[in-house]
């Protein structure tokens, strides 16, 4: 490939992502896409110049391309959080002294609530939908309530182990981003049903190791699972998204609707920062906002 050829530093980063960072390999991926993307366009446009010669202003032009491109501020903005990446390594390596993104402006997003299921709907779903009687709706069933009950991500959940969980205290421990594990809570009663499916599961084919599989003692596979939560969501809540990460949204804000830490939230949730969390402070203030519609009279 020729972007490899004329940018060979190129490859140590992105070794530096996968060994050193430990990121997913999905991320791995997205990094490789925006940065191919990026020297692409200073082979086609400006004759291949030295990392040393990169300045903001081909970076600008770049930028203004996807732009002009109709590209959404969310995807320009992850491929300048890639560039910034990228520029400080070969800064940390002594590639370039300087680096060009020092002046380059992140776009500002408009800030949209995480959607979420109401509580009410929540319960209807565990106490009241009909999951078939057999090993298949026995599996979604207890998908469906480990979502809402932990927070956890669909990567991590269909890579759950059966030796993550530990009886004896009721949690589960998982392994998130960047390889960080957390401890996650469940009840006893919902402890004792993932024991139960365990010790009833089908034969499951060799190296498989894996809480959840289907009724071929297969690993379950993502997009089946995204097609089964969009199904049972379907029944009894009408918000516009209806995915596995809806349910950890759900999670985050009933947690802080009834008063949870915010610190503590974000441990649950496995995120690196508070600010990733604080966006569930939004959907509390605006429950405030309602209850006092409600409820005072000068409303």
Not at 9 to 25: D, G, M, V, W
Not at 56 to 76: C, G, P, Q, V, Y
Not at 130 to 147: A, Y
Not at 185 to 195: A, G, Q
Request: charge should be positive; glycine fraction near 4%.
């Amino acid at each position: 490939m020729r972007v490899f050829e004329e940018y060979p530093s190129l490859k140590p980063f992105l070794q530096y992502l996968q060994f050193e960072k430990r990121y997913s390999q999905h991320t791995i991926i997205a990094y490789q896409n925006d940065l191919e993307q990026f020297f692409s366009f200073l082979i086609t446009e400006f004759d291949a110049p030295e990392i040393t010669a990169v300045n903001s202003s081909f970076i600008r032009t770049w930028l203004a391309s996807l732009k002009n491109d109709e590209m959404t501020t969310k995807s320009i903005n992850r491929k300048i959080s890639s560039l910034k990446s990228f520029f400080k390594y070969q800064m940390k390596t002594g590639v370039i002294a300087q680096t060009p993104m020092s002046t380059i402006v992140i776009p500002k997003m408009s800030k949209r609530l995480p959607s979420f299921v109401e509580e009410k709907d929540i319960a209807t779903l565990i106490s009241h939908v009909e999951f078939s009687d057999d090993w298949k709706g026995r599996t979604e069933k207890l998908v469906v309530q480990l979502f809402y009950s932990t927070g956890m991500r669909l990567s991590e959940l269909i890579n759950l182990k059966e030796s993550q969980l530990d009886a004896s205290y009721s949690q589960i421990k998982v392994l998130g981003k960047g390889n960080k594990e957390r401890i996650l809570p469940v009840s006893k009663e919902f402890m004792n049903e993932l024991k139960k499916y365990i010790a009833e599961k089908p034969v499951c084919l060799p190296g498989v190791y894996n809480l959840f599989v289907n009724e071929k003692g297969k690993q379950l596979q993502p997009r089946a699972v995204y097609a089964f939560v969009k199904k049972y969501l379907s029944l009894v809540t009408t918000v516009e998204k209806k995915s596995p990460h809806v349910l950890r949204h759900s999670f985050a804000t009933h947690l802080m609707n009834n008063g949870a830490d915010l610190n503590a939230v974000k441990e649950l949730l496995g995120h690196s920062s508070l600010a990733a969390t604080q966006i569930y402070t939004h959907n509390t203030i605006e429950k405030l906002k309602e209850v006092f519609k409600k409820a005072h009279p000068k409303a």
